[in-house]
């Protein structure tokens, strides 16, 4: 390999390394955002209040305000209404017509204006981290094509994930948007390590180790996928809790979790096998990889995510949902799911092998 492609490979490697760390930190500032009830405050998009740069006062806007931006969201959910109904979701549709929480509309508050504000400025520095990396993989489509292919799925998701982020808006905050919303963020981490490694693998050196067996694949992809399930759980949790907060005036947050009813205690639960089988992945992995090799660190960090994410879990149960914990545990998970992803990838790599491996 010449020192001019190696180059190459490295600098997309630092840019899509970047770009990931991004989007993690977009999530992180979604949860504050989502933690300070902040998610209204642009009750449009992209613009807000009608500005590139949102208004500071509330007497820099109209005095139907509310009811000029709330006319606006609501012709938006009818061409999202028709959307959906075009392409068989007629339930959905039905349900979000007949919705009557939409209709509600927030009075201007100006630190959540600027939180949500800044948070779609950080949806548009990634934007452009995003396509400066789909510009950046066609120096490598000779060595490997699904680089490209996969920044420019990236590319393509990340302004999906923004336009459902607009609907997330005109539908106040509708629960199942924003855990879908959600989901989508995760998938653009998921794309965008997926097409790291498919770089980082073109200048890894092999090296022989014992063969992985298939079935730690396998156990890893299973706890990737309740991890998946819990933090869609947590979701829900999160939306019960605003509606307990709500009809509480936003007093007694202690109170808050034993008032969330069933989902909770689901949520609780499930996190016994979510213990219990990354307990069968680490005992398999100490069996059969070395303790000195990089898995052996992502290894590590895994496990101290793990712990992390179990323990912020516990302090927002039992001290009364601390507003701090909440991004905090949100963020953990989720950089949680990535180092899974990752371990998938290069577990599956070794066991595919036989005889060598990346690991």
């Known amino acids: 390999m010449s020192l001019n492609t190696k180059s190459k490979i490295n600098s997309y490697l630092r840019l899509s390394g970047v770009t990931v760390v991004a989007v993690y930190f977009l999530i992180l500032v979604g949860g504050i955002v989502r933690s300070t009830g902040s998610g209204m405050g642009c009750p449009d998009w992209p613009k807000c209040f ?31 209404i028709a959307t959906l109904s075009s392409l068989g979701f007629t339930q959905t549709a039905d349900q979000l017509a007949s919705d009557k929480s939409i209709l509600i509309e927030e009075e201007f508050n100006a630190t959540k204006t600027w939180i949500e504000y800044i948070n779609r400025l950080i ?23 699904w680089i490209s292919i996969t920044a420019l799925i990236a590319f393509f998701l990340v302004g999906f994930t923004g336009w459902i982020g607009s609907i997330v808006v005109s539908t106040n905050l509708l629960a199942w948007m924003i855990t879908f919303h959600m989901l989508l ?15 980082a693998r073109l200048i890894l050196m092999k090296n022989a180790v014992h063969p992985m067996p298939r079935k730690i ?40 979790i034993e008032n969330s009813g069933l989902v909770f205690l689901i949520h609780r639960s499930f996190s016994i096998s979510l213990v219990t089988i990354h307990v069968l992945y680490f005992w398999w992995v100490m069996k059969y990889s070395s303790r000195t ?12 995510l793990l712990i992390l994410e179990i323990a912020s879990g516990m302090g927002m149960a039992y001290f009364g949902i601390p507003a701090f914990l909440q991004p905090v545990h949100l963020l953990v998970g989720s950089v949680l799911l990535g180092v899974q992803f990752i371990l998938t990838l290069r577990l599956n790599e070794a066991a595919q092998l036989k005889t060598e491996s990346y690991l």
């Open 50 to 80: 009608g500005s590139i740069v949102p208004p500071t006062r509330v007497d820099q806007l109209p005095d139907n305000y509310q009811q000029i931006y709330l006319e606006k969201r609501l012709a938006k959910n009818d061409r999202f």
């Open 123 to 145: 949806g548009v520095v990634i934007g452009l981290l995003i396509f400066a990396t789909l510009i950046k993989s066609f120096s490598l489509w000779s060595q490997d094509k």
């Open 185 to 199: 963020a995760l998938a653009l981490v998921a794309v965008l390590l997926y097409s790291n490694r498919r770089a």
């Open 217 to 256: 694949v396998w156990v890893l992809i299973s706890a990737m996928l309740l991890m998946l399930i819990q933090v869609i759980l947590g979701t829900q949790v999160r939306e019960a809790i605003d509606q307990v907060s709500f009809a509480m005036g936003n007093l007694l947050r202690e109170e808050w």
């Open 293 to 304: 090799s990089p898995f052996a660190i992502w290894n590590q960090a895994l496990f101290v």
